[in-house]
């Protein structure tokens, strides 16, 4: 059986993606940078009209 990986700074289960979520740890400041990139990456994806359908088709 497999053990939950956990965070090397305050020994918290990290999520699906390996990233701590305990607010109170200091590696979740670069969790929450992480996050904010995820987001504008997706956010860039549907700003440019990147939305799955092929140029002949709009």
């Excluded at 053990?3 to 400041?29: M, Q, S, T, V």
Aim: negative net charge; charged residues 35%; hydrophobic residues 25%.
């Amino acid at each position: 059986m497999a053990r939950a990986k956990r965070c090397p700074f305050c020994g918290h289960k990290l999520d699906a993606e390996g990233w701590c979520r305990n607010e109170k740890c200091a590696d979740y400041i670069r969790t929450q940078s992480h996050d904010t990139e995820k987001a504008a990456e997706a956010g860039k994806a549907t700003a440019d009209g990147d939305s799955g359908q092929s140029d002949t088709e709009k």
